[in-house]
Antibody, heavy 121, light 113 residues
Framework: EVQLVESGGVVVQPGGSLRLSCAAS????????MHWVRQRPGKGLEWVSL????????YYADSVKGRFTISRDNSKNSLYLQLNSLTTEDSALYYC??????????????WGQGTLVFVSS | QSALTQPASVSGSPGQSIAISCTGT?????????VSWYQQYPGKAPKLIIY???NRPSGVSDRFSGSKSGNTASLTISGLQTEDEADYYC?????????????FGGGTKLTVL
């Protein structure tokens, strides 16, 4: 069974930083591109970032580029998201998601339970 | 404002069919067959129900179907059931900007009357 378990969400002040982690199990992690998707309270889904299988190719939403960095450690079956220069607009539930095998970019067949980031002074 | 445009809400009666539209541009929906749809219940993670425009993952009811025409994708739910009441999101591959590759719609709340 595929499991994605996020951690690292906390309350942080504007301008602060934190790192989110996602522990993956139940599948061959190194064979899949991975994404982060967020959802602000009471709002819709927003794609944040993706990283390819070997970690050499990354993409970001315009709203986070230059501030967030996605990475992965295939030896630890783990995905990460470094969040810097946080604003209140970054307050959201952050989901770690796995691409469906053989599909393209937008098909996520497994989601974690999410980790909550709250930016407030 | 979301990159893809969905109606904020739709409604239907049990047994009816409804369609939810998702409008983009030639840089996303119109240019690629990489549209997916998600169903989300309150407090739950989203669930993939359609991928690559019209494909259903294993285990998803065949009452759900997807299509695309030009820059607009559509999700059709036939034989509405009360359990279909949820939020629905479309997403597409995009080349609108240098770094972005995926965009979501703003979501549509389906009410089954």
């Amino acid at each position: 069974e595929v499991q994605l378990v996020e951690s690292g969400g906390v309350v942080v002040q504007p301008g602060g930083s934190l790192r989110l982690s996602c522990a993956a199990s139940g599948f061959t992690f190194r064979d899949f591109s991975m994404h982060w998707v967020r959802q602000r309270p009471g709002k819709g889904l927003e794609w944040v970032s993706l990283i390819n299988r070997n970690g050499r190719t990354t993409y970001y939403a315009d709203s986070v580029k230059g501030r967030f960095t996605i990475s992965r450690d295939n030896s630890k079956n783990s995905l990460y998201l470094q969040l810097n220069s946080l604003t209140t607009e970054d307050s959201a539930l952050y989901y770690c998601v796995k691409e469906k095998w053989g599909s393209s970019w937008t098909a996520y067949d497994s989601w974690g339970q999410g980790t909550l980031v709250f930016v407030s002074s | 404002q979301s990159a893809l445009t969905q109606p904020a809400s739709v409604s239907g009666s049990p047994g009816q069919s409804i369609a939810i539209s998702c409008t983009g541009t030639s840089s996303d929906i119109g240019g690629y067959n990489y549209v997916s749809w998600y169903q989300q219940y309150p407090g739950k993670a989203p669930k993939l129900i359609i991928y690559d425009v019209s494909n259903r993952p294993s285990g998803v009811s065949d009452r759900f179907s997807g299509s695309k025409s030009g820059n607009t994708a559509s999700l059709t739910i036939s034989g509405l059931q009360t359990e279909d009441e949820a939020d629905y999101y479309c997403t597409s591959y995009t080349t609108r900007t240098t770094l972005e590759r995926v965009v979501f719609g703003g979501g549509t709340k389906l009410t089954v009357l």
